[in-house]
Nanobody
């Protein structure tokens, strides 16, 4: 089953940096066609927040809370989206999720999926003061 897999979370001191990755994964040979990709974060008891997105053409947008500190990028060949986080603050502590919309095709099974909304399971980022 096609899914997104995040990596790179951990513990960092305030003012430090951390880089997250999120790759589309599926059965061997699965072909992905991904449109916009994005990063969201969620603190317990609060709603999930969109913090950065990047279009299929590579244009990024950021929430005010991370603008100037975080950078989103993507590797089309690897179906991967990245989030470089600099000047981290304790309030950046959250579970970070990646999201992508698009479709996939498994040539071995001859199965195609369209209009998909993929989510990763999340990776925890903790910023200590």
């Amino acid at each position: 089953q096609a899914q997104l897999v995040e990596s790179g979370g951990g513990v960092v001191q305030a003012g430090g940096s951390l880089s997250l990755s999120c790759a589309a994964s599926g059965a061997s040979g699965t072909i992905f066609s991904l449109n916009a990709m994005s990063w969201h974060r969620q603190v317990p008891g609060k709603q999930r927040e969109l913090i950065a997105s990047i279009t299929s053409g590579g244009s990024p947008t950021y929430a005010d809370s991370v603008k100037g500190r975080f950078t989103i990028s993507r590797d089309y060949a690897k179906n991967t989206v990245y989030l470089q986080m600099n000047s981290l603050k304790p309030e950046d502590t959250a579970v970070y999720y990646c999201n992508a919309d698009g479709g996939d095709y498994d040539p071995h099974r001859g199965e195609a999926h369209y209009g998909m909304d993929y989510w990763g399971k999340g990776t925890l980022v903790t910023v200590s003061s």
